[in-house]
């Protein structure tokens, strides 16, 4: 079984005000915040409230925090569907665990390592996700790098776009899953399908502020499909139709 590894390390660093032609618009106006799911958050829809304005990306809180459970993975698994079908070019990730300012009697937490994105993968959970073959693997760099002027432009402070390749895989795209399956707090490797049962290291929560992404609307809407689950399926639920006219005037 895989683990968290084939990362890719590409990224750039967002412009302040959002107008890099070459990574695309938001595409915040398109979710359909109504289907946002997210398991494994600590908080009913915290995954939803991290789908922020541009504006308020840097924002600490509200935040998209795992589970608190010393004996589990942290993971967590944010499905977005959108109203329409999307072309994607980027998306950022940002998280404020271990940032200077950050309150230090605060509960420690950690920023996710390693993102696996799924395009048009409907219907996942753990389970399946663990050992599917991603669309694409990210790399998510620590949030020193962030927080940091290195590349900066004196603010000290900035999100990191992460380019989407190949780029043919994320056009009409309708549902985009992210599956952050570990932290920095946690050994390189140790997530997904590699779990940390043979180590006595407490699990830390998995931490993110903000998740962004880019490219452009399609204008083809998106045709919403209601399943309906059985765990028995019942003879009379799976009639053919029509079949209640066999037999009547010669049919």
């Given at each position: 079984m895989?683990g968290?590894?084939?990362?890719?390390h590409?990224?750039?660093?967002a412009e302040?005000d959002d107008?890099?032609?070459?990574?695309?618009?938001?595409?915040r106006?398109?979710?359909?915040?109504s289907g946002?799911q997210?398991?494994?958050?600590?908080?009913?829809?915290s995954g939803r409230?991290?789908?922020k304005?541009?504006?308020?990306?840097l924002?600490?809180a509200p935040?998209l925090l795992?589970?608190?459970?010393?004996?589990e993975?942290p993971?967590?698994?944010?499905?977005?569907?959108?109203a329409?079908?999307?072309t994607?070019k980027?998306l950022?990730v940002?998280s404020?665990?271990d940032?200077?300012?950050?309150?230090v009697?605060a509960?420690a937490?950690?920023?996710?390592r390693?993102?696996?994105v799924?395009?048009?993968?409907?219907?996942?959970?753990?389970?399946t996700?663990r050992?599917l073959a991603?669309t694409?693997?990210?790399s998510?760099?620590p949030?020193?790098?962030?927080f940091?002027?290195?590349?900066?432009?004196?603010?000290?402070?900035g999100?990191?776009?992460y380019p989407?390749?190949?780029a043919?895989?994320f056009?009409?795209?309708?549902e985009i899953?992210l599956y952050?399956?570990?932290?920095h707090?946690?050994?390189?490797?140790?997530g997904?399908s590699n779990?940390?049962?043979d180590?006595d290291?407490?699990?830390?929560?998995?931490?993110?502020?903000?998740?962004?992404?880019?490219?452009?609307?399609?204008?083809?809407?998106?045709?919403a499909?209601e399943?309906?689950?059985e765990t028995?399926?019942m003879?009379?639920?799976?009639?053919?139709?029509?079949?209640?006219y066999?037999?009547r005037?010669?049919?």
């Amino acid at each position: 079984m895989s683990g968290c590894d084939g990362h890719s390390h590409d990224h750039e660093h967002a412009e302040p005000d959002d107008t890099n032609a070459s990574l695309g618009a938001s595409l915040r106006p398109h979710i359909d915040f109504s289907g946002v799911q997210c398991l494994n958050e600590s908080r009913q829809n915290s995954g939803r409230d991290i789908l922020k304005l541009y504006e308020n990306r840097l924002s600490s809180a509200p935040a998209l925090l795992s589970q608190e459970d010393p004996d589990e993975d942290p993971e967590l698994l944010l499905i977005v569907p959108f109203a329409e079908a999307v072309t994607m070019k980027s998306l950022s990730v940002m998280s404020h665990a271990d940032a200077p300012d950050r309150d230090v009697t605060a509960v420690a937490t950690a920023a996710p390592r390693t993102l696996r994105v799924y395009a048009n993968r409907p219907n996942l959970d753990f389970e399946t996700v663990r050992d599917l073959a991603p669309t694409a693997t990210l790399s998510l760099v620590p949030p020193s790098h962030q927080f940091s002027d290195e590349h900066g432009a004196g603010a000290g402070v900035g999100t990191v776009d992460y380019p989407l390749r190949p780029a043919g895989r994320f056009q009409n795209v309708s549902e985009i899953a992210l599956y952050f399956c570990d932290n920095h707090a946690m050994p390189e490797g140790s997530g997904g399908s590699n779990d940390m049962d043979d180590t006595d290291e407490d699990r830390i929560q998995t931490e993110i502020t903000y998740v962004g992404f880019k490219g452009k609307g399609t204008n083809m809407r998106r045709n919403a499909v209601e399943a309906v689950y059985e765990t028995q399926g019942m003879k009379k639920d799976h009639k053919v139709p029509g079949s209640e006219y066999y037999g009547r005037e010669g049919l």
